[in-house]
């Protein structure tokens, strides 16, 4: 299933945005626009479709992937943030900033990654607002190219390349050009950029 959109911007009914959740609770893989570049996402509590993404992608098992979510209850339901990052992500999300956080114990062992962490945002878009209006789990999100190729905003080129690898996917005639998000962490020394993104890190945190 292939659904083209005029841009992020572009309104969609409530049926799109319950249709895309059941899709998610039901093990299915997708497509979609996130709020930097297009990314390949399943519902990342379901090992099974983690690893159908992994393999959309030719990805190799010790590379980890990042969530999105909707709402401070989600990540309050799944990971430990300290209060230090608390604080942080109350002030600067939703905004394109992924932070490394620890999951609860025994959650999402799947998922993390060599340190025992997790890459966590709050996606911003019309779209990924949508969705978790209806959608209240976490979204696996991964860039859609295949391992080890640059990540691509030209929808035919990302549709020829995922069309038999995904169940569905959200394209849009117009992509605005961005980059992935910025990758911080909290250590002992206190905040550290570790990929640079659309925005910086504010100096004052």
Not at 127 to 155: E, I, K, M, P
Not at 163 to 180: G, H, T
Request: some cysteine; hydrophobic content about 40%; glycine content about 10%.
């Amino acid at each position: 299933m292939v659904q083209w959109l005029d841009s992020s911007e572009s309104p969609v009914g409530p049926e799109l945005f319950r249709g895309w959740a059941a899709l998610l609770q039901s093990g299915g893989t997708f497509l979609y626009p996130s709020d930097t570049i297009y990314g390949l996402g399943c519902d990342a509590s379901q090992i099974s479709a983690v690893e159908r993404v992994r393999d959309a992608k030719d990805r190799v098992p010790e590379k980890s992937f990042l969530v999105l979510l909707g709402s401070f209850a989600v990540l309050e339901q799944y990971f430990l943030p300290s209060e230090r990052e608390r604080a942080m992500l109350a002030r600067i999300w939703p905004v394109p900033f992924t932070c490394l956080l620890e999951p609860k114990k025994g959650m999402l062992e799947h998922l993390r990654g060599p340190d025992g962490r997790i890459g966590v945002r709050w996606g911003l878009s019309p779209l990924l607002d949508g969705l978790f209006q209806v959608y209240s789990g976490l979204l696996l999100s991964t860039s859609a190219n295949r391992s080890g190729d640059a990540y691509h905003h030209d929808s035919q080129r990302v549709l020829d390349l995922f069309k038999d690898r995904v169940d569905a996917m959200i394209l849009l005639e117009q992509y605005p050009l961005s980059k992935p998000s910025a990758l911080v962490a909290c250590g002992t020394g206190g905040w550290s950029v570790l990929r640079e993104g659309p925005f910086p890190l504010p100096e004052d945190v």
